[in-house]
């Protein structure tokens, strides 16, 4: 994606369902699930390079000995950075007592990290706030093995302001308004009630305090403790928790709107955020990866058992679509084909852009992500292509020669490598003076591939802000001097701001959006903004089941091809030369390709929650008053 998006993040949980001597005598290591997690966490680098977080959980250690580890970083590379910190220690207590380096026993009893059930998350820092106090997991202490509470997510809630006063109402006074913390207590609050609950239940019973401990381990019920604790949730998540005596669960929103998949055998239960992951990681295959239902959790108590529960009754779903064009790694079979099939859809307007002539035309893309969508798209240009060629045989009614045959044969898509991604030159700017130079160099281009009178068409797999292709792509790609530049967009017009996890928060970011604002002001419709803002604005106070999306009105005074038109227009200055037409992808389009993640909403305003309307309403008022605050 030329415009850098940033979204969070990535979870991987590993539940060992042996004793750690079987890994140690099949896979030669007690450390089999430290190994795997970190590849499964450097698969999924792709959705969160900020920072990098990891726990683990020793099963039925006793009173005194450390059952849980962690370590978080923010360093540059995270993910390397904290499996160097547990290898470090590892070393180190294998040189200091050699005699645990064949011994799984002590192993396990004095080596941090070594564990049955483990925990690992990627994030991006989308707040602006990337301490290493802001990276997952967190962890809730207690004293009470059953009460720690550890929880990483790929989530974003709309209502944390309603959650946090929930806390309140209930006698908390939590630390801060961050929806992970709110999150956590939330749950925190109904795990330590059942705890509690079973202690007085078991008391009745005749147990005594030490026997109680593993009882109420053992009686504890997730599946309450999360519907009690989700009940009033609004936004898109998949949550992963580890209780402290053993018992683990993951839970998905019930839109479906963030992924999460699992794997189980007899060895190993698996859940991460992508399919691929732990088809690659653990060598299986893709029908043996299930994705985890909308609204269910994936359960495993202590004892091994797993279950798949339906914890909030399910939407309608809207599983994301930017996952399947951008975020998700493309080596997911049903992404890889969706993303082709994305590029293909888009080749009939792409041809009447360049008028046919794809003769005098170079097809291109901007690296990396765009270039799955980019092979569909030449699939579609080589079937026009062969059926022109067929078609001019026929016409020869048998009497062309074979010099003929053979040229009318040789033609085929012109397709060069033009964009060039360099170094990421945008780590290093400071200055306000000097960074839409350094922009501009961001990209370069191939020299000596385009002719005066070629067209360059250039996919690029969504356009949010226009910043990158105003400042450094079409500059660049105009100093080839083409005749003219067709940027494609296998996504549609990006004209909302999302709320549930991808970092798209103000309007006014948004090029659709100021687009739309030109038009308005050429069509002497300006004074619909101030309308539409106090729509939004006597809706401050009202629930969220509601509250209705007036941005939407603005959009309806004008096609798709005005905003397309307009978008060329403001991704160009005086200096470009050649005529820019940009063509983006129709959402009809889209659900075609990927029929299964229909979640479209910064493409419609269709937001799948309650929650996503206020949102979009309060992201307007921002704009409108000057506000430059997230919305959410």
Same mark, same amino acid.
């Given at each position: 994606?030329?415009?850098?998006?940033?979204?969070?993040?990535?979870?991987?949980?590993?539940?060992?369902?042996?004793?750690?001597?079987?890994?140690?005598?099949?896979?030669?290591?007690?450390?089999?699930?430290?190994?795997?997690?970190?590849?499964?966490?450097?698969?999924?680098?792709?959705?969160?390079?900020?920072?990098?977080?990891?726990?683990?959980?020793?099963?039925?250690?006793?009173?005194?000995?450390?059952?849980?580890?962690?370590?978080?970083?923010?360093?540059?590379?995270?993910?390397?950075?904290?499996?160097?910190?547990?290898?470090?220690?590892?070393?180190?207590?294998?040189?200091?007592?050699?005699?645990?380096?064949?011994?799984?026993?002590?192993?396990?009893?004095?080596?941090?990290? %070594?564990? @049955? $059930?483990?925990? !690992?998350? *990627? &994030?991006? #820092?989308?707040?602006? =706030?990337?301490?290493?106090?802001?990276?997952?997991?967190?962890?809730?202490?207690?004293?009470?093995?059953?009460?720690?509470?550890?929880?990483?997510?790929?989530?974003?809630?709309?209502? %944390?302001? @309603? $959650?946090?006063? !929930?806390? *309140? &109402?209930? #006698?908390?006074?939590? =630390?801060?308004?961050?929806?992970?913390?709110?999150?956590?207590?939330?749950?925190?609050?109904?795990?330590?009630?059942?705890?509690?609950?079973?202690?007085?239940?078991?008391?009745?019973?005749?147990?005594?305090?030490?026997?109680?401990?593993?009882?109420?381990?053992?009686?504890?019920?997730?599946?309450?403790?999360?519907?009690?604790?989700?009940?009033?949730?609004?936004?898109?998540?998949?949550?992963?928790?580890?209780?402290?005596?053993?018992?683990?669960?993951?839970?998905?929103?019930?839109?479906?709107?963030?992924?999460?998949?699992?794997?189980?055998?007899?060895?190993?239960?698996?859940?991460?955020?992508?399919?691929?992951?732990?088809?690659?990681?653990?060598?299986?295959?893709?029908?043996?990866?299930?994705?985890?239902?909308?609204?269910?959790?994936?359960?495993?108590?202590?004892?091994?058992?797993?279950?798949?529960?339906?914890?909030?009754?399910?939407?309608?779903?809207?599983?994301?679509?930017?996952?399947?064009?951008?975020?998700?790694?493309?080596?997911?079979?049903?992404?890889?084909?969706?993303?082709?099939?994305?590029?293909?859809?888009?080749?009939?307007?792409?041809?009447?852009?360049?008028?046919?002539?794809?003769?005098?035309?170079?097809?291109?893309?901007?690296?990396?992500?765009?270039?799955?969508?980019?092979?569909?798209?030449?699939?579609?240009?080589?079937?026009?292509?062969?059926?022109?060629?067929?078609?001019?045989?026929?016409?020869?009614?048998?009497?062309?020669?074979?010099?003929?045959?053979?040229?009318?044969?040789?033609?085929?898509?012109?397709?060069?490598?033009?964009?060039?991604?360099?170094?990421?030159?945008?780590?290093?700017?400071?200055?306000?003076?000097?960074?839409?130079?350094?922009?501009?160099?961001?990209?370069?281009?191939?020299?000596?591939?385009?002719?005066?009178?070629?067209?360059?068409?250039?996919?690029?797999?969504?356009?949010?802000?226009?910043?990158?292709?105003?400042?450094?792509?079409?500059?660049?790609?105009?100093?080839?001097?083409?005749?003219?530049?067709?940027?494609?967009?296998?996504?549609?017009?990006?004209?909302?701001?999302?709320?549930?996890?991808?970092?798209?928060?103000?309007?006014?970011?948004?090029?659709?959006?100021?687009?739309?604002?030109?038009?308005?002001?050429?069509?002497?419709?300006?004074?619909?903004?101030?309308?539409?803002?106090?729509?939004?604005?006597?809706?401050?106070?009202?629930?969220?089941?509601?509250?209705?999306?007036?941005?939407?009105?603005?959009?309806?005074?004008?096609?798709?091809?005005?905003?397309?038109?307009?978008?060329?227009?403001?991704?160009?200055?005086?200096?470009?030369?050649?005529?820019?037409?940009?063509?983006?992808?129709?959402?009809?389009?889209?659900?075609?390709?990927?029929?299964?993640?229909?979640?479209?909403?910064?493409?419609?305003?269709?937001?799948?929650?309650?929650?996503?309307?206020?949102?979009?309403?309060?992201?307007?008022?921002?704009?409108?008053?000057?506000?430059?605050?997230?919305?959410?």
């Amino acid at each position: 994606m030329s415009d850098a998006l940033k979204h969070e993040c990535g979870i991987a949980l590993i539940r060992l369902l042996k004793p750690l001597e079987y890994y140690k005598e099949k896979y030669g290591s007690a450390f089999y699930g430290v190994n795997k997690m970190y590849l499964m966490m450097e698969k999924q680098h792709n959705r969160g390079q900020d920072g990098a977080g990891f726990a683990s959980i020793k099963l039925d250690t006793r009173p005194g000995e450390r059952y849980i580890s962690r370590v978080r970083s923010i360093a540059q590379q995270p993910i390397q950075d904290i499996f160097a910190q547990i290898n470090e220690r590892v070393n180190k207590e294998f040189a200091e007592h050699p005699e645990y380096v064949d011994d799984v026993g002590l192993q396990k009893r004095y080596i941090p990290y %070594v564990g @049955e $059930l483990l925990l !690992g998350h *990627v &994030r991006y #820092g989308t707040f602006g =706030k990337n301490s290493v106090e802001s990276v997952h997991p967190f962890l809730r202490q207690n004293n009470w093995m059953h009460r720690n509470l550890i929880v990483a997510g790929n989530f974003n809630m709309t209502n %944390v302001n @309603e $959650l946090f006063d !929930g806390l *309140v &109402r209930l #006698g908390q006074h939590p =630390k801060e308004k961050a929806d992970t913390i709110t999150i956590m207590e939330k749950i925190g609050h109904f795990l330590d009630d059942a705890v509690a609950k079973k202690y007085k239940q078991l008391k009745k019973e005749g147990y005594n305090k030490n026997e109680c401990s593993p009882l109420i381990a053992e009686r504890l019920n997730v599946a309450k403790i999360l519907k009690r604790a989700s009940k009033n949730w609004d936004g898109g998540y998949a949550m992963a928790g580890l209780l402290g005596h053993g018992d683990s669960f993951v839970l998905r929103d019930p839109a479906g709107i963030r992924p999460a998949y699992y794997y189980k055998d007899d060895e190993i239960v698996v859940v991460a955020s992508e399919r691929p992951v732990i088809q690659t990681v653990f060598n299986v295959n893709f029908e043996d990866v299930k994705e985890l239902a909308p609204g269910h959790a994936i359960i495993t108590k202590k004892s091994g058992k797993t279950s798949i529960t339906q914890i909030i009754e399910p939407l309608e779903r809207k599983a994301c679509s930017f996952e399947r064009i951008y975020f998700s790694r493309g080596s997911d079979a049903e992404i890889y084909q969706e993303r082709k099939e994305l590029g293909k859809l888009l080749m009939p307007r792409v041809l009447k852009a360049i008028d046919n002539d794809t003769k005098n035309t170079v097809f291109s893309y901007i690296p990396n992500t765009a270039e799955t969508s980019f092979y569909g798209m030449i699939e579609m240009v080589e079937k026009h292509l062969n059926e022109k060629k067929t078609q001019a045989i026929l016409n020869g009614n048998g009497k062309l020669s074979a010099d003929n045959v053979k040229q009318i044969l040789s033609e085929r898509p012109r397709i060069e490598k033009v964009a060039i991604k360099d170094v990421k030159l945008r780590t290093f700017i400071t200055e306000d003076s000097s960074r839409d130079d350094l922009v501009a160099h961001v990209y370069d281009v191939t020299y000596g591939i385009i002719k005066p009178e070629d067209n360059l068409v250039i996919i690029d797999d969504s356009i949010v802000r226009g910043t990158t292709l105003k400042k450094s792509i079409i500059k660049m790609m105009d100093r080839l001097h083409p005749k003219k530049i067709v940027v494609v967009s296998s996504a549609p017009q990006i004209r909302y701001p999302d709320c549930y996890g991808i970092d798209m928060a103000r309007l006014e970011d948004l090029i659709a959006f100021r687009a739309m604002l030109e038009l308005l002001k050429e069509n002497n419709k300006y004074h619909l903004i101030e309308e539409v803002y106090h729509k939004c604005k006597a809706q401050v106070d009202i629930e969220d089941k509601n509250v209705k999306n007036f941005v939407k009105e603005l959009y309806d005074h004008f096609t798709d091809e005005d905003i397309e038109t307009k978008i060329s227009e403001l991704i160009c200055d005086e200096s470009i030369k050649a005529k820019v037409e940009t063509i983006f992808q129709p959402v009809e389009n889209l659900h075609k390709a990927c029929p299964k993640n229909l979640g479209d909403w910064y493409f419609t305003g269709n937001y799948p929650t309650d929650g996503g309307n206020r949102v979009v309403n309060r992201a307007f008022i921002n704009f409108f008053e000057g506000n430059k605050e997230r919305a959410y």
